[in-house]
């Protein structure tokens, strides 16, 4: 007799995998080292930035005092007494109608609080006019205008993108602490299963859910230890998953978690004593999504069918262990877009489908089905049908979840 799942939520089963996923250690790397990493630690301002008042033009440090009056027909002159390029500072200080020729980037020099940009001056050898007033602070970039000594700029448990490198750069943190990696597993199981190299024979095809899933893990950061290809044998499967699964934080596998006669990852969860949070799930693809955990590990079974592999990972993987990480943001980023195209399947499961989303409308991308390589390939963000709908037309708007985005959700699907 069949074994009868009960299907849990997508919701509740996202919920129930972020509640077991625990906190990796920390550990400092080079800043060169930190892009893509989750920061651990806030990133909290060690000056002002500006950190002097600066001019933002090629032009003069005047002192706006002197320019009122100034007009087209009554332009007033000014003495240039020195001239400073950004890194340099000038050591004298502006008297009465003195100015200082100054690049962007220099600091102001004493006495001045206006920068007269050249396109506004007549230069006439060691002096110039200008012909308008100028107001205190005018082309001035002020110092800590930008960040505050002090602010905390950037909060513990975000991504660290290639702004965050600059700001960590700005304030010194050359060894910025970061969330420790997690070690991650990928093995494939199936008799069917050869490898990318074999020539195709009867009954037979390559492996391709474990490069897919290294290429998912990639994306986020992670490296991963390939643990290969298993033969649905019940012994050798045991014995490799149990191996790798003491090797690893977390172990993704691929197959054999439906109730075929040769689906053995539900025989192996039980005699590792591993705890199964759940084995069905009410969406298509992946309804056979199986995540277990033993000894604190996570225990990802993935189905075999390569869009239901695909998506059960952007679904679970990827925020637990990004929560593991200490993301703030682990979740795949939510937007709404009006179909382009008819969907007229009925829904019994929450459905997703793998999709185009060109910043309005979105699209399947082509076939759709749980075993479909092809619109993994195609899409870049998956559409979301909620569970115990009908068909949808062209135009309805629709869920969409966005997919290799570097900057994730807080929550999920709001
Ligand atoms: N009687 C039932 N049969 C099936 C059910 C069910 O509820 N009752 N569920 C179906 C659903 S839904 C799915 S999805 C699949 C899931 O199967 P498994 O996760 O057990 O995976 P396998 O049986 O090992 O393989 C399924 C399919 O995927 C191909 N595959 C496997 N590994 C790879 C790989 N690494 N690269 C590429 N393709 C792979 C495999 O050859 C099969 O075609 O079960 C349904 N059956
Ligand atoms: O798990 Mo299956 O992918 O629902 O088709
Ligand atoms: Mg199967």
């Known amino acids: 007799m069949v074994e009868k799942r009960i299907p849990m939520q997508v919701k509740d089963a996202v919920d129930l995998v972020m509640s077991h996923a625990g906190s990796l250690e920390t550990e400092s790397v080079a800043l060169e080292d930190s892009y893509g990493r989750i920061l651990a630690q806030p990133l909290t301002a060690t000056t002002d930035v500006p950190p002097f008042n600066r001019s933002p033009y090629d032009g003069y440090a005047i002192r706006s005092a002197d320019t009122a009056g100034a007009s087209g027909t009554s332009r007033i002159p000014f003495n240039v007494i020195d001239h400073i390029g950004a890194g340099e500072v000038s050591r004298k200080t502006l008297n009465a109608f003195e100015a200082i020729r ?57 991504l660290i993108n290639p702004g965050t490198i600059a700001l960590l750069a700005t304030f010194g943190y050359s060894q910025p602490q970061v969330a420790k990696l997690p070690t991650v597993g990928i093995l494939s199981t199936g008799t069917e299963l050869l490898s990318v190299g074999d020539a195709l024979v009867p009954g037979k095809i390559r492996n391709s859910n474990g490069p897919m899933i290294m290429a998912q893990l990639k994306r986020m950061g992670i490296p991963c230890k390939m643990y290969g290809m298993s033969i649905d044998n019940l012994d050798e499967s045991f014995e490799a998953v149990q191996k790798a699964a003491q090797e690893t934080d977390c172990l993704i596998t691929t197959g054999g978690v439906s109730v075929g006669d040769f689906d053995f990852l539900p025989a192996i969860y039980e005699r590792m004593g591993a705890k199964v949070l759940f084995n069905k799930v009410a969406m298509r693809p992946g309804s056979v999504t ?37 993301a703030e943001k682990p979740f795949l980023p939510h937007t709404t877009a009006f179909l382009s195209e008819d969907f007229e399947k009925a829904n019994p499961f929450t459905r997703f489908i793998r999709a185009v989303y060109d910043g309005e409308t979105v699209r399947p991308a082509g076939f759709n089905k749980s075993n479909a390589v092809s619109s993994i390939a195609r899409g870049n963000a998956l559409i979301v049908l909620p569970g115990g709908t009908r068909g949808f037309v062209k135009g309805d708007r629709v869920d969409v979840l966005l997919l290799g985005v570097e900057e994730g959700a807080a929550k999920w699907m709001v």
């Open 102 to 158: 100054i690049m962007t980037g220099a600091q102001l020099p004493a006495g001045a609080d206006a920068v007269a940009m050249f396109e506004q001056t007549v230069e006439n050898g060691q002096s110039f006019t200008l012909r308008k007033p100028f107001n205190k602070l005018e082309n001035v970039s002020l110092q800590g205008e930008d960040v505050a000594h002090g602010e905390e700029v950037i909060e513990s448990g975000n």
């Open 290 to 326: 199986t995540v277990a955990v033993a000894d604190g590990r996570f225990l990802f079974g993935l189905s075999g069918n390569p869009s239901a592999c695909f998506t059960g990972f952007e679904l679970f993987v990827r925020p637990a262990l990004l929560k593991m990480m200490g």
